[in-house]
């Protein structure tokens, strides 16, 4: 029988893969709702299950589509901007000893000028240099 020529009735014989087996052969139709099988009883395992379409009668699936994304808060600096409101009086020469939770601005040797935009805790700060931004440890006692 195929899904086109009437619809489905109980008793009818129906080819699908059983859910039970997994072998693929005829099964009974057992239960119909709204013109829909929705149980089938296997001939081979006489195991009754919930009736799924065999999968080259299966219809395609439409791709869900994700929904937008809020832009993620991250806190973009342009560098330009914060240079130019730093002074020379204000640099400070980078050391892990140091504490720079009141410092504006340090002179690290590998990254160069850096701004302290956050203190994250007593030993860590936020820094933007001009090619990364990077947390750095400072106030670090060597024991």
Known sequence: MEDSQKPAAVGDEIFTTCGKCKSEMY????????????????????????YKKPKAVKEKKEKKVAKPRAPRRSRKYDWTILSAEVDQADLVEYKLSDDFSETKAI???????GIITKVISDTQIEVVFE?????????????
């Not at 002179?107 to 000028?113: I, T, V, Y």
């Open 27 to 50: 099964h009974v139709i057992t239960t119909v709702k709204d013109d829909v099988i929705k149980k089938v009883m296997c001939k081979g395992c006489n195991g009754t299950h919930v």
């Open 107 to 113: 002179s690290h040797k590998s990254f160069g000028l």
């Open 131 to 143: 090619e990364a931004k990077k947390i750095l440890v400072h106030n670090y006692m060597a024991q």
